[in-house]
């Protein structure tokens, strides 16, 4: 097992200093099979789902299934013994929840980062510019749940801008966020330029600068419990390298 | 005071035709089996059952009549009915249950109940006013129904089988006492039932009703005396036939047929009592003049009576006694000859 | 001197064995989770819990707004469900299917047809908001609108059923004395199908209460506003798992209690 672990490191080194190698089974190990599933958060949905694609086409036999969802639900239904094999979470404390749970299998890795954005109706309806056009009264507005990371990055965020806001709702994920919006519920949302990209034309983005943004970094780690480490091991792997390309067209940054 | 009836409706593919007329003062009994139409025929003058044709006037007043377009409805008729199970309501209490019609016309609460009161003392239940009907007797049910109908002193009383929810014991107590209140009563009185002890004891007149059809009306002596259908004659116990009377012998229309004395020529009732019955195990000598053979198909003890039933032509109902149906040594499937004097059979025209 | 007769027990009949067999195990299926519920509870601080901010507005909210849900339901939902029972007209059976629909739609779907409806783009919401200055998503209002449109069902359909298993003879008798149709109505009727007004309305209510789908797609989830107590149990769980199982209780206390007092209606007697 320790053996393993170690080789998926060495792995990563290898594909990081490397970004155009293929992506192949390490030279001497045994032909990869078999399912897992990898919990991951809301905001990876559509990444995620394009680099499992991927992911299936070059390992033939394998099967790679996904449960999105807040990252700290996940946490808790992993806590309350959800069956799964990777975690990719939005933050790191969620992903430190698990550690010392002692439920992650070795330690975690960032494999990429992201940024808030303010979503708003198409055509901005509303003519919102900036963080501070969201404290203004009359304005409907949705946030993450403070326990959700992107709710706990909005809230970072408006605290650095020096805004208060009063959220109409406070959701259990980013994708619900967004869709009030896109629905034409809500005038705005603090969700991460990931969501807004993968949106399209449904709704607008409005920037948050730099100054005021929050960097949101990503770790992904094998659990304990996973039946089947080596094709874990893969998918992390993949991630790490042919993934980053796949990442990066979504709107992600990779390290 | 008069009710005036003519009552054309339906009920799915029944249907009631029947013409009436009542005036205050005589208890008319509309007697029938089940099915007749007894209960349509009530709703209908009630006003809970629309008529598709004629006409209903009370005193006067018309209170239905489809073609001219005139329904008044049931809450503005003013009629009691007396419902075969009583209806009272179960969740009021027996002073509420007979004050309820006087405060739905708009009497006030404290006012109806003091009527009510005095009602239920008329009807000898004074000290029942707390209880629910659920508690009462058969007897002390019917009796509270009527009160909470006579305390509106309605124009049109409607009884529908007011004996019926009684056990037999108390039906002939609870007749007289019936038969004491509607005779106070002064509007127009109809009484439903198919008991023809009930109707024979209450009734001034009677109607026979069959299928939705009047068969026969008359005073109870006219109905019994001269039955006009089967049910009439079942009811009475007799045998009733049929035919074509040409110079005293009556071709019977279900085959055979009975010579009488003194019957008119012409399509006739004709009546024989099963007490007048002879039976015998070889053909008889003698003077009936109506002698011939059959089969007896039915015995039935009834009472200090055997009552037995012979298919022949025609087929008749005798009654004798169960030493003579010993001495017969008679069974059910023996042949056997049955006589009847020809002064014994009451005939009628039809 | 003769012995008395002892009175023979009357013979209960015995069930056989498969049947107790499965019986128990339908019953351990609902003791177990209560059962691991009351063993997780915080004990020592379960009362403080009880007594925190969070805990208390989440109760009170949803008591207003399952309150509130059962009283919208009553006024709307008794003629409707006499309707049904009294009344032929073409295409009731579609009509009756239709406000049966939310009972068997998940309640997600619920919120979203709500949403399509009421919401700020909605058929009817956009002119309640420009006519009348009304907006209900995101509001109390409107997590009170999602619980009726869940829970409404219940109470229709169990009036229905009790206004038809009546006897409408004792209505045909009211109105031989006299009574007019809305007298009848007052009087005798609704009296009459009480015990099925009482279960309906606690249906009703239970069913708000723990309404959570329809609730958090349509009104959102803002504590003191629109966290009812199941909202408040689903997020909590993630980040205070004690009061998410102090919540749960409390939820669980009710329910039991209400299920406990309507059984013997429930179970048939009407």
């Known amino acids: 097992m320790r053996a393993r672990v170690v080789g998926a490191l060495g792995l990563t080194v290898m594909a990081a200093l490397c970004s155009s190698c293929g992506t192949s089974a390490p030279a001497g190990s045994p032909a990869l099979s078999g399912t897992i599933t990898v919990f991951a958060a809301s905001s990876l949905n559509e990444g995620y789902t394009a680099i499992g694609k991927e992911f299936q086409k070059s390992h033939p036999g394998t099967m790679v299934t996904f449960a999105f969802g807040g990252s700290s639900m996940l946490v808790s239904q992993i806590q309350q013994g959800a069956i799964g094999d990777v975690y990719a979470s939005a933050d790191q404390p969620n992903m430190q929840k698990l550690i010392d749970a002692r439920l992650t299998a070795e330690s975690p890795i960032v494999f990429a980062r992201n940024n808030l954005e303010i979503v708003v109706g198409k055509g901005n309806p509303k003519h919102i510019t900036s963080l501070s056009d969201l404290g203004r009264s009359g304005l409907v507005v949705v946030l993450c749940a403070p326990a959700v990371p992107c709710g706990r990055y909005a809230a970072q965020a408006l605290q650095k801008a020096g805004v208060s806001v009063r959220p109409a709702s406070q959701e259990a994920d980013v994708k619900a966020v967004l869709s009030k919006v896109a629905l034409g519920e809500a005038d705005a949302g603090i969700v991460y330029i990931t969501d807004v990209k993968a949106a399209g034309t449904a709704v607008d983005g409005v920037a948050i600068p730099a100054a005021v943004n929050v960097v949101a970094e990503y770790p992904i780690v094998i659990l304990k419990d996973s039946q089947n480490r080596a094709l874990a091991s893969a998918f992390i792997s993949y991630v790490l390298t042919d993934g980053r390309r796949i990442l990066e067209r979504y709107g992600f940054t990779t390290p | ?350 | 001197m003769a012995l008395p007769l002892r009175s023979q027990p009357r013979a209960r009949p015995s069930a056989p064995l498969p049947i107790v067999i499965l019986a128990g195990a339908g019953a351990a299926f609902f003791i177990i989770p209560l059962i691991g519920l009351l063993l997780r509870t915080p004990w020592t601080s379960a009362w403080n819990e009880l007594g925190s901010p969070e805990v208390l507005t989440a109760l009170r909210l949803s008591l207003l707004a399952s309150f509130s849900a059962t009283a919208i339901a009553l006024v709307l939902g008794v003629p409707l469900a006499w309707t049904f029972a009294r009344l032929t007209f073409p295409g009731r059976s579609v009509l009756r299917a239709l406000t049966v629909l939310p009972m068997v739609l998940p309640p997600v779907v619920g919120g979203v047809a709500l949403l399509l409806a009421f919401g700020r783009r909605g058929l009817l919401g956009g002119w309640l908001a420009t006519t009348f200055g009304i907006h209900l998503p995101f509001t109390t209002a409107g997590a009170i609108l999602a619980e009726t449109f869940v829970a409404m069902p219940f109470l229709v359909i169990t009036v229905e059923a009790g206004l038809r298993s009546m006897d409408t003879r004792f209505e045909d008798a009211a109105r031989t004395l006299g009574a007019s149709r809305w007298t009848v109505l007052w009087r005798v009727t609704l009296p009459l199908v009480r015990p099925s007004l009482i279960a309906g309305a606690v249906l009703c209510w239970a069913r708000a209460l723990g309404e959570f789908g329809a609730t958090i797609t349509f009104a959102g989830n803002f504590p003191g506003r629109t966290q009812t107590m199941p909202l408040a149990v689903y997020l909590a769980l993630e980040t205070n798992p004690d009061a998410a199982i102090v919540l749960s209780l409390v939820l669980l206390a009710v329910s039991l209690a209400v299920l406990i007092g309507l059984r013997d209606r429930w179970l048939g007697a009407s």
């Open chain 2, 1 to 350: 005071m008069t009710l005036e009836a003519r009552v054309r409706a339906g009920v799915g593919a029944f249907e009631l035709d029947v013409q009436l007329a009542v005036a205050a003062g005589e208890l008319v009994a509309v007697l029938g089996p089940n099915g007749a139409g007894k209960t349509s025929l009530l709703r209908a003058l009630a006003g809970l059952l629309p008529l598709s044709a004629g006409r209903v006037t009370l005193d006067g007043v018309v209170l239905e009549d489809p073609v001219e377009g005139i329904r008044v409805p049931s809450e503005r008729r003013p009629i009691g009915l007396v419902f075969q199970d009583y209806l009272l309501f179960p969740h009021l209490s027996v002073l509420e249950n007979v004050a309820f019609g006087l405060r739905a016309r708009g009497m006030a609460r404290a006012a109806a109940i003091d009527e009510a009161r005095r009602w239920l003392d008329r009807v000898g239940l004074p000290a029942e006013g707390d209880r629910r009907p659920v508690s009462l007797s058969g007897g002390q049910a019917q009796r509270v129904a009527l009160a909470r109908v006579l305390a509106l002193n309605p124009a049109l009383l409607l009884l529908d089988e007011p004996m019926a929810a009684l056990d037999a014991s108390t039906r002939v107590e609870f007749r007289r006492d019936l038969r004491r209140h509607l005779e106070s009563f002064r509007g127009v009185r109809l009484l439903v039932t198919h008991d023809p002890v009930e109707a024979m004891a209450m009734a001034d007149r009677l109607v026979v009703l069959e299928s939705g059809r009047v068969l026969q009306s008359g005073t109870p002596a006219d109905v019994t005396q001269h039955p006009r259908s089967r049910y009439v004659a079942d009811l009475v116990g007799v045998n009733l036939f049929r035919g074509h009377a040409s110079n005293d012998v009556i071709t019977l229309a279900g085959g055979g047929s009975l010579t009488a004395a003194g019957a008119a020529d012409g399509d006739v009732f004709a009546v024989v009592h099963p007490r007048t019955v002879a039976l015998y195990r070889t053909r008889p000598d003698g003077t009936p003049r109506n002698v011939w053979e059959g089969q007896a198909v039915d015995l039935d003890l009834e009472g200090d009576r055997v009552r037995v039933r012979l298919d022949g032509s025609p087929s008749i109902v005798a009654e004798v006694t169960p030493a003579a149906v010993r001495e017969l040594g008679l069974d059910r499937g023996d042949s056997v000859w049955i006589s009847v004097k020809a002064t014994e059979i009451n005939v009628y025209q039809a």
